[in-house]
């Protein structure tokens, strides 16, 4: 039998036809090579034998999402209205986008880039066009933009009185002196209503119905405190004192040094004062028994030029009953 011809070079060891399945084909190998194999091969010594216990069941575990740290940050570009805000990195996105430009996390929990919150109350306050009925036009007698239109007209014709009466008021207050003054006493009045400021009104004559020889009615109203007004006291008869000023005066309020300087315990001491203005205005007063100064608000006072104080209660004396009155001033708007 002949030998078989040498393999092509390059291509030694591989069969030059296709062998039918499940021919077993031979391979032809160098010496140098079957000494390496034999060298490597280790021949099995024994049987496999089956294990004793199966493997355990392992549960599904939950996919592990892998992670990575990202520092969140400014955005790299100015935010606009409607941008998608990264919640990882805090870059703004356009509103089309899915995920991050700079990160690439998923944009679906991305917060939305909203205005400022008086500019959402503008727009709701914002006036919605008005829909109309079929057949009807704005301005149309009968719809809301007609009634605008003489509301409007109104207002302009109202403007253009209470401009020519404006007018014609401000020429009178230049040109015309009493209406000046008018003008500006009722300011003032007005003003004083508002800020109330006071100041003390001396009056002109002081007069009683009685007094004891050496404390006259006028001291009572000279502005010194150790000297008094003393009168004996009838509970029948009232002691009474009379304040005439000089001009009507708007009177608001009464200091009273009640007593005696030199004997506040020994004399009596007035705890009611009826005070009768000369526009007939009658109010009870309540002052203290203290020897130190005490103010007595007047309520219901109007532009008066005289005051009467009547001693209508005491407080008793321990050795007289004299009643006696150290100083009695008057304060008036300014």
């Not at 356009?94 to 939305?112: I, K, M, N, T």
Request: with cysteine; proline share 10%; aromatic share 6%.
């Amino acid at each position: 039998m002949a030998a078989a011809p040498p393999p092509p070079p390059g291509k030694a060891g591989a069969s030059t036809g296709a062998a039918p399945a499940g021919v077993p084909v031979a391979v032809i190998v160098s010496p140098e090579k079957a000494e390496l194999i034999a060298a490597l091969a280790q021949p099995v010594v024994g049987r496999a034998l089956a294990a004793d216990q199966e493997p355990p069941e392992l549960q599904p575990q939950p996919v592990q999402i892998k992670t990575r740290a990202i520092v969140r940050s400014k955005p790299t570009r100015r935010l606009e209205l409607g941008d998608l805000v990264c919640g990882a990195c805090g870059e703004g996105n356009v509103p089309s986008r899915h995920f991050c430009s700079r990160c690439g996390e998923s944009l679906e929990r991305a917060s939305v880039v909203r205005p400022v919150w008086w500019r959402r109350l503008l727009a709701k306050l914002k006036r919605r066009p008005k829909a109309y009925r079929i057949g009807t036009r704005p301005g149309q007698k009968g719809t809301g933009g007609h009634r605008k239109w003489l509301t409007y007209s109104a207002f302009r014709k109202v403007r253009v009185v209470f401009g020519i009466a404006l007018l014609v008021l401000g020429l009178g207050y230049a040109f015309y002196p009493p209406m000046r003054n008018t003008v500006l006493d009722n300011i003032s009045a007005l003003y004083r209503k508002v800020t109330p400021q006071l100041e003390p009104v001396h009056p002109v004559t002081v007069t009683s119905t009685t007094m004891i020889p050496g404390h006259p009615p006028g001291a009572a109203a000279d502005t010194y405190t150790d000297t008094y007004w003393a009168t004996p006291w009838d509970s029948r008869k009232h002691p009474r004192i009379t304040f005439t000023f000089g001009e009507t005066r708007l009177l608001r309020s009464i200091i009273l040094y009640s007593g005696a300087h030199d004997a506040f315990v020994a004399n009596a001491r007035p705890s009611i004062l009826k005070v009768t203005l000369s526009n007939g205005v009658t109010e009870n007063l309540l002052p203290q028994d203290v020897a130190g100064q005490q103010t007595l608000p007047l309520k219901n006072t109007t532009l008066v030029n005289s005051a009467t104080i009547e001693v209508a209660e005491i407080f008793d004396g321990q050795s007289s009953p004299d009643v006696a009155m150290s100083e009695i001033e008057f304060f008036a708007l300014q």
